[in-house]
């Protein structure tokens, strides 16, 4: 089962470190895992995508929890978020495949950023699962590089994390 | 007043009642040893080796209850604190450990005796700090206190700069601490605490199985008090030990891979196991899929993260033992007569506790030529004093000890369970000694682990701490033998220790008196001439070689299916 949790934790010296070594130290799976400051003082916010039994997310949640420097986890099982993920990607485009390119794209509301005679670059913004859909469809024309964010997720509804 | 950085840390030991430590200098912590000169309220113990300062600093822990501090320097200082840091770490025991570290302007630059000591024990510590202001270590150490003795405990290690213990500060140490993601839950839910006790009075045939929690959380007498009004059996783990009395009718002793027939068949027939301070390690579980295949299991601990862990529960009690344990005692007042009927109701199983206690106690066939290694053990209970504190090594001696000596007192017995660290005993003993001076200090080892930081002898003699160290010796390696015996035909691979030790020798080398038994008759005699040395002491006892713990549950098999005699 894959999960999608949220850490806030304090900002402080090497606390990615202690969230990444819990995972492999308790042989938790990382599938990705996101960080930046948060609007509050001294807090950032970790977004991490992990899979495994129940028992399993309950001994993560718990442990992540354990760690002094955590602050928050929220535990984004049952589908109460709203997941976004950006992609750049770098495609081959000549001739024939400018204008089958230049189409997905604009299924996807995605932007061509970088351009050259023989490639476009492009930003794709979406859902984990529309990422995957767009780049199902560019690879048979060619990717020659993708950067993934990995997904970012937040709480639907009026209510911030604090409640 | 300004001071530096090294002064403002030892005032905050100061602050924090700390009365000794155990440490050992070098460049990156000469400043602090510096400024100890000028402070007498600190006792200060030089071990001959990090390692055992840190025992020292974990042994002084467990027998106190109070949080140990090792202090070591940077690099090659550091590193060989790892393994004690472990230790304590595993049995969750609280400690400070203080590093020096390189300035910080060289941090990183592969500089002289740097190690990124935070890397290297980021799994085996609770919390660690790098200080990088002078203006932040009181906070620090104050949060370092206060994170390594509350909730569940354990150790905590302060890497200090050199450049931040030259840097001038004001001094001011806070009040109070709050870290606003930190706040462990100490007390039990009201109404998981009265559906406990409506569990327990309704069940038939209860255990309680008490763990290291217990101890920690100083709820010997709570929990003591409520068993005995109860009359439920109690079973305890290595951990455990000492937090109810063995002498109590009640009480099933160790269960577990070597643990007490009894304990493990209640375990396996129980309707109901309250577990209380203890975290259903592999070792006491044996086979999980046929563990206790008919109780419930009610589970109280400070820590979440230990239930449901390794087994399923039915009632989650995430608290401090003693908060939950008084709480408890009072519902149970509530239910005067309900408790009579529930007393009444456990004749049964009473009997058939009774029943298995008589099966197979816990036994070992005497001889008259070759002295057994658990009659050392009984004939130490029997000569020591009451409180006599026990520090053990970790293999066959230390498992002997378990079944044998019989604990009655909670922070009596000192063992490193989670980690089983070999060469744990001595230094374990030795910080303990330095909490009592008075009090009798064994630490009880093999052959093999002794050895590991016997140089210990020296700080023993010269801060005039009395241990009295037992080596059972049977020139073996003796727990990795007799699994060679068991499950390797007998290929005893590397476990011979083939050279004897003249350990009298040994011992008046350091400065203290040997003592050597090889006969039975000459076991009482040598323990009495061991006890009434004023110093340090080793006794040697040389034991039946191929003795091995019984019973024993083999690795991956179920509970109640115990190899009982050889
Ligand atoms: C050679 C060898 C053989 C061994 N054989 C056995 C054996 O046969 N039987 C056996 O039992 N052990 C044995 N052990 C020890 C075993 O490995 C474990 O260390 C031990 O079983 C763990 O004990 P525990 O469950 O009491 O946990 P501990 O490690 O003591 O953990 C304590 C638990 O209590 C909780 N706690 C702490 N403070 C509080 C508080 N204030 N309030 C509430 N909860 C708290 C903690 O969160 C933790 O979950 C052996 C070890 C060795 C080296
Ligand atoms: C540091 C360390 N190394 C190795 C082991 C594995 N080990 C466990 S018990 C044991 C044998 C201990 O021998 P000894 O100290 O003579 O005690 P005995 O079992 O003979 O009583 C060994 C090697 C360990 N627990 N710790
Ligand atoms: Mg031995």
Known sequence: MQHTISVL???EFGVLSRVASLFSGRGFNIESLTVAPTNEDGMSRMTIVTRGDENILEQITKQLNKLIDVIKVIDFSDGSAIEREMALVKVTAEDESRAEVLRIVDIFRAKIIDVTPKSYTIEATGSPVKIDAILELLRPLGLKELVRTGAVAIGRGAKGWKG | ????????????????????????????????YDELFNVKEIRHILPRHEQAGTHAADGYARATGRVGVAIATSGPGATNTVTGIATAYMDSIPMVIITGQVPTALIGNDAFQEV?????????????????DVNDIATIMKKAFYIAR???????????????????????????VEIRSYKPNLV????????????????????????????????????????RNLEVPVTTTLMGLGSFPESDPNSLGMLGMHGAYCANMAMTHSDLIVAIGARFDDRVTGKIATFA?????????????????????????VGDVKDVLSKMIKQVDKHKDKVAVFKEGLAAWHADVAGWKDKHPISYKQSSTIIKPQYVIQKLRELSDDDAIIATDVGQHQMWTAQFFQFNRPRTLL??????????????????????????VIAICGDGGVQMNIQEMATLVQNRLPVKIVILNNNFLGMVRQWQELFFDKRYSQTCMELPIDYIKLADAYGAKGFLATKPDEVEKVIRQGFAEKGPVIMEFKVAREEKVLPMVPAGASLNEMVLNA
């Open chain 1, 9 to 11: 934790a304090e900002n």
């Open chain 2, 1 to 32: 007043m300004k001071m530096n950085g090294a002064r403002i840390m030892l005032e905050c030991l100061k602050k924090e009642g700390v009365d000794t430590v155990f440490g050992y200098p070098g460049g990156t912590v000469i400043n602090i």
């Open chain 2, 116 to 132: 990124d000591i935070i890397g290297i024990t980021r799994s085996c510590t609770k919390h660690s700090f790098l200080v990088r």
């Open chain 2, 150 to 176: 509350s909730g569940r405990p354990g150790p905590v290690l302060v890497d200090l700069p050199k450049d931040v213990q030259i840097a001038q500060a004001e001094f001011s140490y806070p009040e109070s």
């Open chain 2, 188 to 227: 039990g839910h009201p109404r998981q605490v009265e559906k406990a006790v409506a569990m327990l009075l309704d069940s038939r045939r209860p255990v309680m199985y008490v763990g290291g929690g217990v101890g920690l959380g100083n709820a010997a007498e709570e929990l003591t008090a409520l068993a």
């Open chain 2, 293 to 317: 295949p008919h109780a419930r299991i009610i589970h109280i601990d400070v820590d979440p993260t230990s239930i449901k862990k390794n087994v399923r529960v039915d009632l989650p009690i």
């Open chain 2, 415 to 440: 063992s490193s369970g989670g980690l089983g660290t070999m060469g744990y005993g001595l230094p374990a003993a030795m910080g303990a000694q330095a909490a009592f001076p008075d009090r009798q």
